[in-house]
């Protein structure tokens, strides 16, 4: 989960998105991301859950 989020914030950050915490100017995006997590800006959790039950999209009813 930390890597995906670490990731992710590396690929906003290069596009131009603003850091969330004051940053020293030779920090990597790495960094800055870690940085930001470390001091609660970001935080880092579970995915939503999947589903738990199959849902048909065929009816199980006869059709007349």
Known sequence: ???????SRVRLLAK???????????????????KEIAD???TVG????P???FTSLVSE???V
Not at 1 to 7: C, D, G, Q, T
Not at 46 to 49: D, H, S
Request: glycine share 6%; charged share 15%; hydrophobic share 45%.
């Open 1 to 7: 989960m930390l890597i995906n989020a670490v990731s």
């Open 16 to 34: 131009g998105a603003r850091p969330l915490v004051e940053v020293h100017p030779q920090w990597s995006f790495l960094q800055v991301a870690l």
């Open 40 to 42: 609660g800006k970001l």
């Open 46 to 49: 579970p995915a939503e859950e």
């Open 51 to 53: 589903p738990t039950a």
């Open 61 to 63: 009813e006869p059709t």
